[in-house]
Nanobody, 132 residues
Framework: QVQLMESGGGSVQTGGSLKLSCEAS????????MGWFRQSPGKEREWVAN???????RYSDSLKGRITISQDNDRHILYLEMSDLKPEDGAMYRC??????????????????????????WGQGTQVTVSS
C-alpha cells in the first residue's frame, strides 16, 4: 500500500503560479509511476502529467508548457509546478500512483497510462482556485 497526501493548493489570480506537493508514505520502496490528475465539479477527472522512477515525464497537451512534474526520490515527494494559471485551471488536484513503475507502454507512440482506472492509489486532493 502507498499513502499519498497533497498540499500546496490555494487561491491565485490569473497568471499566477503554484507548486503542489504530494508526499508518499507506506510501501515507498516499490516502483511506481506517479501522476497528477485534476477534476472540476461536473467534469471528468482529467490526467495532467506523469513521471516514472527514471524521471521520464509526460504532459497533457492542454497544459504542456505551463506545468512541470518532478519528484524527490529520497524524500518520496512528487511535485507539480504550474505557471500562467487560468480560471479554467481551477480544480481539485490529486496525485496518484500506479504500481510497476511504467507510465507508458509505448512511449515513442505516446501510449501512456492516463486514465484514472490505471492508477491504484490516490491522495485526497488539494484545491486550486484561479480568479480572473
Amino acid at each position: 500500500q502507498v499513502q499519498l497526501m497533497e498540499s500546496g493548493g490555494g487561491s491565485v489570480q490569473t497568471g499566477g503560479s503554484l507548486k503542489l506537493s504530494c508526499e508518499a508514505s507506506g510501501n515507498v520502496d516499490r516502483r511506481v509511476c506517479m501522476g497528477w490528475f485534476r477534476q472540476s465539479p461536473g467534469k471528468e477527472r482529467e490526467w495532467v502529467a506523469n513521471i516514472d522512477p527514471s524521471g521520464r515525464t509526460r504532459y497533457s497537451d492542454s497544459l504542456k508548457g505551463r506545468i512541470t512534474i518532478s519528484q524527490d526520490n529520497d524524500r518520496h515527494i512528487l511535485y507539480l509546478e504550474m505557471s500562467d494559471l487560468k480560471p479554467e485551471d481551477g480544480a481539485m488536484y490529486r496525485c496518484a500512483a500506479r504500481d510497476g513503475g511504467v507510465c507508458c507502454w509505448d512511449r515513442a507512440a505516446g501510449a501512456c497510462y492516463v486514465l484514472p482506472i490505471d492508477y491504484s492509489w490516490w491522495g485526497q486532493g488539494t484545491q486550486v482556485t484561479v480568479s480572473s
